[in-house]
Protein backbone atom coordinates (compact mmCIF):
# COMPACT_ATOMS: atom_id res chain seq x y z
CA UNK A 1 0.00 0.00 0.00
CA UNK A 2 1.30 3.24 -0.85
CA UNK A 3 2.26 5.48 2.21
CA UNK A 4 1.43 9.34 1.87
CA UNK A 5 4.28 11.95 2.17
CA UNK A 6 4.77 15.28 2.37
CA UNK A 7 5.24 17.39 -0.20
CA UNK A 8 9.34 17.65 -1.28
CA UNK A 9 11.60 20.96 -1.15
CA UNK A 10 14.20 21.74 -3.72
CA UNK A 11 16.90 19.88 -2.75
CA UNK A 12 14.72 16.52 -2.55
CA UNK A 13 13.82 17.06 -5.88
CA UNK A 14 16.92 17.88 -7.33
CA UNK A 15 18.61 14.83 -6.15
CA UNK A 16 15.47 12.25 -7.61
CA UNK A 17 15.30 14.13 -11.21
CA UNK A 18 16.70 12.06 -13.73
CA UNK A 19 18.85 13.22 -17.15
CA UNK A 20 16.80 10.44 -18.35
CA UNK A 21 14.24 11.11 -20.49
CA UNK A 22 10.61 9.80 -20.44
CA UNK A 23 8.66 12.07 -22.63
CA UNK A 24 10.33 12.99 -25.74
CA UNK A 25 8.22 15.22 -28.32
CA UNK A 26 10.20 16.08 -31.90
CA UNK A 27 8.20 19.01 -33.88
CA UNK A 28 5.01 17.67 -32.99
CA UNK A 29 2.06 18.99 -34.71
CA UNK A 30 -1.49 18.62 -34.65
CA UNK A 31 -4.02 19.80 -37.20
CA UNK A 32 -8.01 19.57 -37.38
CA UNK A 33 -9.96 20.46 -40.33
CA UNK A 34 -12.49 22.82 -38.91
CA UNK A 35 -16.28 23.64 -41.24
CA UNK A 36 -16.30 27.18 -42.07
CA UNK A 37 -20.06 27.68 -41.56
CA UNK A 38 -22.03 25.50 -39.00
CA UNK A 39 -24.38 22.83 -40.32
CA UNK A 40 -26.83 21.98 -37.74
CA UNK A 41 -27.94 18.22 -38.77
CA UNK A 42 -25.99 15.00 -39.28
CA UNK A 43 -28.20 14.27 -42.53
CA UNK A 44 -27.42 18.05 -43.95
CA UNK A 45 -23.55 17.78 -43.04
CA UNK A 46 -23.63 14.28 -45.22
CA UNK A 47 -25.40 15.32 -47.47
CA UNK A 48 -23.42 18.43 -48.47
CA UNK A 49 -20.08 16.31 -47.87
CA UNK A 50 -21.61 13.86 -50.83
CA UNK A 51 -22.59 16.94 -53.17
CA UNK A 52 -18.98 18.57 -52.15
CA UNK A 53 -20.32 22.00 -50.62
CA UNK A 54 -18.46 21.62 -47.10
CA UNK A 55 -15.43 23.57 -46.81
CA UNK A 56 -12.63 23.63 -44.19
CA UNK A 57 -10.22 25.73 -42.51
CA UNK A 58 -7.05 24.18 -41.26
CA UNK A 59 -6.66 24.46 -37.19
CA UNK A 60 -3.40 24.04 -35.94
CA UNK A 61 -4.24 22.59 -32.32
CA UNK A 62 -0.05 22.16 -31.56
CA UNK A 63 2.61 23.86 -33.85
CA UNK A 64 6.08 22.61 -34.07
CA UNK A 65 6.47 21.49 -30.42
CA UNK A 66 9.39 20.15 -29.07
CA UNK A 67 9.84 18.81 -25.59
CA UNK A 68 11.64 15.97 -23.18
CA UNK A 69 10.62 15.65 -19.56
CA UNK A 70 12.58 13.76 -17.49
CA UNK A 71 11.93 10.56 -15.08
CA UNK A 72 10.96 11.98 -11.75
CA UNK A 73 9.67 15.02 -13.04
CA UNK A 74 6.06 16.34 -12.14
CA UNK A 75 5.62 18.11 -15.08
CA UNK A 76 2.25 21.45 -15.42
CA UNK A 77 1.04 22.75 -18.47
CA UNK A 78 -0.91 26.31 -18.39
CA UNK A 79 -2.40 28.21 -21.00
CA UNK A 80 -6.12 29.65 -22.33
CA UNK A 81 -8.91 27.46 -22.84
CA UNK A 82 -8.24 25.81 -26.49
CA UNK A 83 -4.53 26.66 -25.97
CA UNK A 84 -3.59 22.82 -26.94
CA UNK A 85 -3.00 21.51 -23.48
CA UNK A 86 -5.66 18.57 -23.92
CA UNK A 87 -4.60 17.95 -27.10
CA UNK A 88 -0.59 17.07 -26.49
CA UNK A 89 -1.62 15.22 -23.45
CA UNK A 90 -3.99 12.81 -25.53
CA UNK A 91 -0.63 12.40 -28.21
CA UNK A 92 1.32 11.66 -25.40
CA UNK A 93 -0.81 9.39 -24.56
CA UNK A 94 -1.21 7.73 -28.11
CA UNK A 95 -4.99 8.47 -28.11
CA UNK A 96 -4.38 10.78 -30.91
CA UNK A 97 -1.92 10.72 -33.59
CA UNK A 98 0.38 13.90 -34.01
CA UNK A 99 -0.37 15.13 -37.60
CA UNK A 100 3.19 15.56 -37.71
CA UNK A 101 6.37 14.84 -35.53
CA UNK A 102 7.28 12.15 -33.26
CA UNK A 103 6.30 11.15 -29.70
CA UNK A 104 8.49 8.70 -27.75
CA UNK A 105 7.27 7.77 -24.54
CA UNK A 106 9.41 5.63 -22.42
CA UNK A 107 7.45 3.93 -19.62
CA UNK A 108 3.76 2.20 -18.83
CA UNK A 109 1.36 5.09 -19.10
CA UNK A 110 -1.79 5.84 -16.95
CA UNK A 111 -3.69 8.52 -18.04
CA UNK A 112 -6.61 10.48 -16.40
CA UNK A 113 -8.06 12.50 -19.47
CA UNK A 114 -11.48 12.98 -18.49
CA UNK A 115 -14.13 11.99 -15.74
CA UNK A 116 -15.63 8.07 -16.09
CA UNK A 117 -13.22 7.63 -18.96
CA UNK A 118 -13.22 3.78 -19.39
CA UNK A 119 -16.47 3.35 -17.22
CA UNK A 120 -19.52 1.90 -17.83
CA UNK A 121 -22.18 3.82 -16.47
CA UNK A 122 -24.47 0.77 -15.80
CA UNK A 123 -21.58 -1.51 -14.08
CA UNK A 124 -21.14 -0.81 -10.08
CA UNK A 125 -18.22 0.55 -8.86
CA UNK A 126 -16.83 -2.61 -8.02
CA UNK A 127 -17.08 -3.65 -11.67
CA UNK A 128 -15.86 -0.75 -13.34
CA UNK A 129 -12.66 -1.12 -10.99
CA UNK A 130 -11.63 -4.57 -12.78
CA UNK A 131 -12.79 -3.29 -16.14
CA UNK A 132 -10.80 -0.27 -15.88
CA UNK A 133 -7.91 -1.77 -14.47
CA UNK A 134 -8.16 -3.89 -17.81
CA UNK A 135 -8.10 -1.06 -20.11
CA UNK A 136 -4.71 0.28 -18.45
CA UNK A 137 -3.35 -3.42 -18.62
CA UNK A 138 -4.03 -5.01 -15.22
CA UNK A 139 -5.10 -8.35 -14.74
CA UNK A 140 -7.72 -9.40 -12.27
CA UNK A 141 -5.23 -10.78 -9.80
CA UNK A 142 -3.30 -7.64 -10.24
CA UNK A 143 -6.60 -5.86 -9.10
CA UNK A 144 -7.89 -8.36 -6.31
CA UNK A 145 -4.78 -7.08 -4.70
CA UNK A 146 -5.23 -3.43 -4.54
CA UNK A 147 -9.34 -3.36 -4.54
CA UNK A 148 -10.08 -3.06 -0.93
CA UNK A 149 -6.81 0.49 -1.20
CA UNK A 150 -8.88 1.48 -3.96
CA UNK A 151 -12.12 1.62 -2.03
CA UNK A 152 -10.47 3.22 0.92
CA UNK A 153 -8.71 5.59 -0.90
CA UNK A 154 -11.77 6.70 -2.78
CA UNK A 155 -13.66 7.09 0.04
CA UNK A 156 -17.00 5.65 -1.57
CA UNK A 157 -17.82 3.04 1.06
CA UNK A 158 -21.06 0.94 -0.15
CA UNK A 159 -20.99 3.09 -3.08
CA UNK A 160 -18.86 0.61 -4.59
CA UNK A 161 -21.82 -1.69 -4.86
CA UNK A 162 -24.27 1.03 -6.79
CA UNK A 163 -24.43 1.22 -10.66
CA UNK A 164 -22.02 4.80 -11.32
CA UNK A 165 -24.78 6.52 -13.25
CA UNK A 166 -25.83 7.14 -9.70
CA UNK A 167 -22.38 9.23 -8.44
CA UNK A 168 -21.32 12.69 -8.33
CA UNK A 169 -18.17 14.02 -10.22
CA UNK A 170 -16.70 14.42 -7.22
CA UNK A 171 -17.31 10.70 -6.79
CA UNK A 172 -16.03 9.80 -10.43
CA UNK A 173 -12.83 11.38 -10.17
CA UNK A 174 -12.17 9.39 -6.72
CA UNK A 175 -12.73 6.55 -8.32
CA UNK A 176 -10.81 6.96 -11.50
CA UNK A 177 -7.75 8.49 -9.74
CA UNK A 178 -7.84 5.38 -7.28
CA UNK A 179 -8.08 3.29 -9.89
CA UNK A 180 -5.23 4.77 -12.32
CA UNK A 181 -2.80 5.12 -9.31
CA UNK A 182 -3.58 1.80 -7.35
CA UNK A 183 0.06 0.50 -8.95
CA UNK A 184 2.73 2.93 -9.20
CA UNK A 185 3.04 3.95 -12.84
CA UNK A 186 5.75 4.89 -14.74
CA UNK A 187 4.05 7.97 -16.38
CA UNK A 188 1.02 9.48 -14.55
CA UNK A 189 -1.40 12.25 -17.17
CA UNK A 190 -4.01 14.15 -15.14
CA UNK A 191 -6.44 16.61 -17.09
CA UNK A 192 -8.29 18.54 -14.40
CA UNK A 193 -9.35 15.82 -12.24
CA UNK A 194 -7.48 17.39 -9.37
CA UNK A 195 -9.64 20.02 -9.36
CA UNK A 196 -12.61 17.81 -8.76
CA UNK A 197 -13.44 16.53 -5.23
CA UNK A 198 -13.48 18.52 -1.85
CA UNK A 199 -9.67 19.71 0.08
CA UNK A 200 -8.91 16.71 1.80
CA UNK A 201 -9.14 14.37 -1.09
CA UNK A 202 -7.04 17.03 -3.50
CA UNK A 203 -4.67 16.65 -0.46
CA UNK A 204 -4.52 12.98 -0.33
CA UNK A 205 -4.14 13.08 -4.32
CA UNK A 206 -1.21 15.42 -3.80
CA UNK A 207 0.33 13.46 -1.04
CA UNK A 208 -0.04 10.08 -3.63
CA UNK A 209 1.60 12.12 -6.29
CA UNK A 210 4.85 13.56 -4.03
CA UNK A 211 5.13 9.53 -3.05
CA UNK A 212 5.18 8.53 -6.68
CA UNK A 213 7.66 11.19 -7.89
CA UNK A 214 9.91 9.90 -4.54
CA UNK A 215 9.60 6.40 -6.34
CA UNK A 216 11.22 7.76 -9.69
CA UNK A 217 7.40 8.06 -11.20
CA UNK A 218 6.77 10.97 -13.91
CA UNK A 219 3.36 13.42 -13.62
CA UNK A 220 2.43 15.25 -16.68
CA UNK A 221 -0.88 17.51 -14.98
CA UNK A 222 -2.67 19.87 -16.64
CA UNK A 223 -4.61 22.56 -14.24
CA UNK A 224 -6.51 25.96 -14.07
CA UNK A 225 -5.64 25.99 -10.49
CA UNK A 226 -2.46 28.23 -10.71
CA UNK A 227 -1.22 28.22 -6.90
CA UNK A 228 -1.54 24.09 -7.07
CA UNK A 229 0.94 23.89 -10.00
CA UNK A 230 3.45 26.52 -8.61
CA UNK A 231 3.30 24.13 -5.04
CA UNK A 232 3.45 20.72 -7.12
CA UNK A 233 5.46 20.87 -10.57
CA UNK A 234 9.15 21.00 -10.51
CA UNK A 235 8.88 22.45 -14.41
CA UNK A 236 6.12 24.78 -16.27
CA UNK A 237 5.48 24.99 -19.74
CA UNK A 238 3.41 28.08 -21.39
CA UNK A 239 1.21 26.72 -24.09
CA UNK A 240 -0.51 29.59 -26.03
CA UNK A 241 -2.46 28.40 -29.73
CA UNK A 242 -0.40 25.49 -29.48
CA UNK A 243 3.00 27.06 -29.11
CA UNK A 244 5.11 26.61 -26.22
CA UNK A 245 5.64 30.40 -25.10
CA UNK A 246 8.28 29.75 -21.94
CA UNK A 247 9.20 26.67 -20.41
CA UNK A 248 11.37 26.11 -16.98
CA UNK A 249 10.66 27.49 -13.47
CA UNK A 250 7.04 27.25 -12.33
CA UNK A 251 7.06 30.35 -10.31
CA UNK A 252 8.65 32.41 -13.61
CA UNK A 253 6.63 30.81 -16.17
CA UNK A 254 3.26 31.38 -14.30
CA UNK A 255 4.51 34.70 -13.13
CA UNK A 256 4.61 35.48 -17.25
CA UNK A 257 1.45 33.89 -18.07
CA UNK A 258 -0.51 35.72 -15.67
CA UNK A 259 1.16 39.06 -16.94
CA UNK A 260 0.18 37.96 -20.37
CA UNK A 261 -3.27 37.10 -19.62
Excluded at 68 to 88: C, D, H, P, R, Y
Excluded at 136 to 148: A, N
Excluded at 203 to 215: A, L, V
Amino acid sequence: MLTESKLMNTTDINEILSTEPMIILDNVAVKYRVPTERIGTFKEFAIRTLQRRVSYKNFWALDDINLEISKGEVFGLVGNNGAGKSTMLKVISRVLRPTKGRVRAYGKIAPLLELGAGFHPELTGRENIYLNGALLGYSKEEMDQVFDEIVEFSELGNFIEAPIRSYSSGMYARLGFSVATAHIPEILILDEILSVGDEAFQHKCNERMMSFQEQGATVIMVSHGLSKVEEMCTRVAWLDHGVIQKIGDPHEVIAAYRDAS
